[in-house]
């Protein structure tokens, strides 16, 4: 219960703490998109701040570290399912951590609708969270960059079969908004920024009211 509510904090706070950077950005997308299709507009933004929760869940559940009070922590893990009979779990959680980023990414931007593109999106932030976690006093752990990874191809492969069985699956990027092919860049960098300066002060100030 209190891995799911750090979980729920976690997210809200980065989504509250990036308001402030998406806003603007926005605001400018939709005025130079020159849509007045109501409808449409809150699709994108709405869109926008779900794959954002994605982020902000999968960067609390990681347990990257914030510029404040990171430590060097040189724990290593190079040798695959060391540990697999022993902690299964954690191997099934770090998979059903990335479905929703594999399952977003080609939902709503056409680039990633590329098998190739979504896995190395996916190879790419776990790889970077793994290099992080040497601040966090956490492991870095092989185990969790194939586990991740995989959670992405899974996510992938679950939209390829939600647009077979729902062809509207794909509304988010039907052409209504054109979505910047580099948006996802742009979302992921400014998660990690909020993460890293921000977000532990929201949190913080959450936790503080609950407790």
């Known amino acids: ?40 507009k809150f699709i994108y933004v709405f869109a926008s701040y779900i794959f954002f929760a994605a982020l902000f869940a999968i960067l609390t559940a990681t347990g990257i570290y914030d510029i404040y009070s990171s430590q060097t922590y040189l724990n290593f893990n190079f040798v695959p399912f060391s540990d697999i009979f022993t902690n299964y779990k954690q191997y099934i959680l770090n998979i ?27 190879l790419m932030l776990s790889l970077f969270i793994e290099i992080m976690q040497i601040f966090s006093l956490r492991a870095t752990d092989i185990d969790d960059l194939l ?30 908004i054109n979505r910047w092919k580099w948006e996802p860049y742009i979302y992921i960098t400014f998660a990690l920024l909020v993460m890293l300066f921000v977000q532990p002060f929201i949190a913080g100030w959450i936790w503080g009211l609950i407790l």
């Open 147 to 176: 586990m991740n990874t995989l959670g992405t191809i899974a996510g992938y492969y679950l939209f390829i079969l939600a647009r077979r069985f729902f062809p509207k699956t794909s509304v988010f990027s039907d052409g209504t």
């Open 96 to 122: 059903i951590l990335f479905i929703p980023f594999g399952f977003l990414l080609p939902m709503q931007w056409n680039n990633f609708k590329k098998k190739r593109c979504t896995f190395i999106a996916g």
């Open 1 to 40: 219960m209190l891995y799911i509510l750090d979980l729920l904090i976690g997210t809200v706070s980065g989504i509250v703490a990036v308001l402030p950077l998406m806003i603007p950005f926005h605001y400018a997308t939709l005025k130079k998109s020159k849509l007045n299709n109501k409808r449409a």
